[in-house]
């Protein structure tokens, strides 16, 4: 037994002696390490013999993700903006909601504003009566204008119309005045004027009131001549005699 560990004991001591022998002789030659480790690398940097089909299936794959991601995204946003345009519109329909009086309050009532404190100021009470006041007074105008209209008895002819009527009629008084002036002066003169009446007498016995017209103008005319004689006479007066007479 004590032959066999004695053996074995020298076999390891040869076998670590070998190994320290490789190993010593591998750092002896390092040239030989790195041609080693670029064989080992050789196969490694090769190109993989890989599969067309599935790069392009897998590129396929990613756009058609890509694009779901993108439609996805802008129907987000649609709604997100859709959202937000909803709650401001609620958020605008309570506040004219606060801010308006209801139509017919209650009677004997203060209308109230929910959610405000519109009712606790000073001037609200004040302003309700004025608004009060100026309900009332419109009412009263509609009516007065209904009863206006009603007196009218609604007539059918407008007021452009009747303003091109008074225009015409104007001109004919006007015409009419003016022959009957020319007429009075041709009198007046000692003109011969019968052929002129026979010819207006037609036209005169058309407008009415010409009489009077015709007297208003004599009138004045007469007055006009007798001022027009007065000064001719102070200017006869005026002059200087003739000597010869």
Same mark, same amino acid.
């Given at each position: 037994?004590?032959?066999?560990?004695?053996?074995?004991?020298?076999?390891?001591?040869?076998?670590?002696?070998?190994?320290?022998?490789?190993?010593?002789?591998?750092?002896?030659?390092?040239?030989?390490?790195?041609?080693?480790?670029?064989?080992?690398?050789?196969?490694?940097?090769?190109?993989?013999?890989?599969?067309?089909?599935?790069?392009?299936?897998?590129?396929?794959?990613?756009?058609?993700?890509?694009?779901?991601?993108?439609?996805?995204?802008?129907?987000?946003?649609?709604?997100?903006?859709?959202?937000?345009?909803?709650?401001?519109?609620?958020?605008?329909?309570?506040? !004219?909601?606060?801010?308006?009086?209801?139509?017919?309050?209650?009677?004997?009532?203060?209308?109230?504003?929910?959610?405000?404190?519109?009712?606790?100021?000073?001037?609200?009470?004040?302003?309700?009566?004025?608004?009060?006041?100026?309900?009332?007074?419109?009412?009263?105008?509609?009516?007065?204008?209904?009863?206006?209209?009603?007196?009218?008895?609604?007539?059918?002819?407008?007021?452009?119309?009747?303003?091109?009527?008074?225009?015409?009629?104007?001109?004919?008084?006007?015409?009419?005045?003016?022959?009957?002036?020319?007429?009075?002066?041709?009198?007046?003169?000692?003109?011969?004027? !019968?052929?002129?009446?026979?010819?207006?007498?037609?036209?005169?016995?058309? !407008?009415?009131?010409?009489?009077?017209?015709?007297?208003?103008?004599?009138?004045?005319?007469?007055?006009?001549?007798?001022?027009?004689?007065?000064?001719?006479?102070? !200017?006869?007066?005026?002059?200087?005699?003739?000597?010869?007479?």
């Amino acid at each position: 037994m004590a032959r066999r560990r004695v053996q074995s004991a020298a076999q390891n001591v040869s076998q670590g002696g070998q190994a320290y022998a490789k190993d010593s002789s591998s750092d002896d030659n390092p040239a030989r390490t790195e041609s080693q480790q670029m064989l080992a690398l050789r196969p490694l940097l090769k190109k993989p013999q890989g599969n067309d089909r599935e790069v392009n299936r897998f590129r396929a794959k990613v756009a058609a993700d890509q694009k779901q991601l993108k439609a996805l995204l802008e129907q987000r946003v649609h709604q997100a903006e859709e959202t937000k345009r909803r709650r401001r519109t609620q958020i605008a329909t309570k506040i !004219m909601e606060a801010l308006q009086a209801p139509n017919h309050p209650p009677q004997g009532e203060t209308p109230t504003f929910d959610g405000t404190k519109i009712t606790g100021n000073i001037t609200y009470a004040s302003a309700v009566d004025v608004l009060t006041a100026s309900e009332g007074l419109i009412t009263q105008y509609q009516r007065l204008d209904d009863r206006i209209r009603d007196l009218r008895n609604e007539d059918t002819d407008s007021v452009v119309d009747k303003w091109k009527q008074d225009i015409h009629e104007t001109e004919m008084q006007l015409k009419m005045g003016a022959r009957v002036a020319l007429r009075n002066v041709k009198k007046v003169l000692g003109a011969d004027v !019968m052929d002129d009446e026979v010819a207006e007498e037609s036209a005169e016995d058309k !407008m009415e009131g010409v009489v009077l017209v015709e007297e208003e103008l004599n009138y004045e005319l007469a007055k006009g001549l007798r001022y027009a004689e007065r000064g001719v006479k102070r !200017m006869v007066k005026g002059l200087p005699k003739d000597e010869d007479n």
